[in-house]
C-alpha cells in the first residue's frame, strides 16, 4: 500500500478537493436550533492536511458525508454547522457552497484564492454518490487540479466523492493522493496486514462472532494469539458444549465458532470467568463465575478477573498487538472493569515498547472514555474500514490513490 501522498504534489496555486472524513455529532437534529458540533476529533484530526496544503499555496474544496440523510431536503444533516466550527479551529474565513454540485458550485471554487477554504454541502444530499455516479464524479473532479483522500473511515465505500473521483481527476492529468491521516492508517494497518512483527496478538470483542468470522480467519494467518472478549465469547462458548445461562449467543453462529475452534487450536484464547447478572442493566446485581458454569437466568456482561489474568499472559512479550471490540459491556460502569483494565494493560505495554493498535468503533471510544487514547501508538479513525482492510479486503478507496 505504497502511496502518493500530499508531499509528492506540487500545490503552490492550485485548487485541491480534500475528502475528509467530518461526520461528526451535532448537538441538534432541529433545523431551528442553533446546531454546533459536540465532538470535533475528526475534524482536529484532519487539520495537519489542511494546514500543510494551506502553507504550500493551495485553494482547498473540502466534501465530506454527514450522517445518512434520505434527500438533500435532510437540513440537519447540512455541513453548514461544521464549516463553521472548522472557521474556528483553523482560524481563517471558511465558505460554505449551497450543493455538492452545480454553477454555483463551480463558480466558487473558480473564484478562490491560494488560501482560500470552501466546504461543498454534504455529499449524500445528492442520489449519484453512494452509486458511484460518473457524472457526479466528473463534476467533482472538474473544481480541482488535485484530489487528496484524508478520510481512511470512508475508504471502504466506493461512492463518487471516495472513489470515481479518484478516476476522474486522472483521467484529465491530475492526480489522487493519500492525505498525512490517511498516510498514518495505511502505515499501522498495513503493517498488522502485511508484515507484524512478532510475537503478533490480536484481541476481538464485541458483541458478535458474524461480523467478525472473515477477521479472524485472516489473522489465523499471522496472528499467534487471539484473544476472545465481549458477546461474542458467549458463541465460542456454547460451541465448546457448555451451558451460557441467558446470554447473548449466535445460534446460526454456532458452526462457524465449532470451525473456527478446530482451525485455531491453542492460539484462540477464551474467557475462563465471566461476570454475570440476572438482566441487562446498568444496576444489576453481579457475580463472578467459571465460563464453564453460568447459571440458568443469568447472562454473561463482562470477562472476569481470571479471564483478564489469562490475557494478560499471552499478551507477554508481543511486538505487536491490536485490539477490535470491548470486552463486556462498557457503557454500565458495573461491566466495564476488564474493558478499562484491558485499556491500562496495553498502555503499560506501550511503554514496554509494543506496538499497540487499537482498531476505531467501540474500542476507540472505550480507550478515550477510560483516558488512555494519548497512550496508544495508533487509534484508527475507521471502525468499518480498518476491519475490511483487517480481513484482507481491497479497499476502494484506496486502490484508487496512485501509487508511488
Known sequence: MNKKTVRDIDV?????????????????????????VTDDTRIQAALPTLNYLLDHGAALILCSHLGRPSTAADTQYSMAPVAAHLEKVLGRPVQMADDVVGENVTAAAANLAPGDVLVLENTRFHPGEKK????????????????????????????????????????????????????KELSALGTAVSNPPHPYVAIMGGAKISDKIKLIENLLNTADKILIGGGMA??????????????????????????????AGDRLVLPVDFVVADK???????????????????????????????????LQGAKMVIWNGPMGVFEFPRFAKATN????????????????????????????????????????????????????????????????
Not at 457475580?287 to 479471564?307: C, H, Q, R, Y
Not at 493498535?357 to 494519548?374: E, F, M, N, P
Open 341 to 404: 483494565q484491558l485499556a491500562e494493560l496495553l498502555a503499560e505495554q506501550v511503554e514496554q515498547g509494543t506496538e499497540v493498535i487499537i482498531g476505531g468503533g467501540d474500542s476507540a471510544a472505550a480507550v478515550t472514555k477510560a483516558g488512555l487514547a494519548d497512550k496508544m501508538s495508533h487509534i484508527s479513525t475507521g471502525g468499518g474500514a480498518s476491519l475490511e482492510l483487517l480481513e484482507g479486503k481491497t479497499l476502494p478507496g484506496i486502490a484508487a490513490l496512485d501509487e508511488k
Open 280 to 314: 441487562f442493566d446498568a444496576n444489576a446485581e453481579a457475580e463472578t463465575v467459571p465460563a464453564d458454569s453460568i447459571p440458568s437466568g443469568k447472562m454473561a456482561l463482562d470477562i472476569g478477573p481470571k479471564s483478564l489474568e489469562a490475557f494478560k499472559q499471552a
Open 12 to 36: 503552490q496555486g492550485k485548487k485541491v478537493l480534500v475528502r475528509v472524513d467530518f461526520n461528526v455529532p451535532l448537538s441538534s437534529k432541529d433545523p431551528k436550533d442553533t446546531i454546533t
Open 132 to 183: 458511484n455516479d460518473p457524472d457526479l464524479s466528473a463534476q467533482l473532479a472538474a473544481l480541482a487540479d488535485f484530489y487528496v483522500d484524508d478520510a481512511f473511515g470512508s475508504a471502504h465505500r466506493a461512492h463518487s466523492s471516495t472513489e470515481g473521483v479518484a478516476q476522474a481527476i486522472r483521467a484529465k492529468g491530475g492526480a489522487a493522493v493519500a492525505g498525512f491521516l490517511m498516510e
Open 234 to 263: 458467549n458463541t465460542f462458548i456454547r460451541a465448546q458444549g457448555h451451558e451460557t445461562g441467558t446470554s447473548l449467543v449466535e445460534e446460526d453462529a454456532l458452526p462457524e465458532a465449532k470451525r473456527l475452534l478446530g482451525m
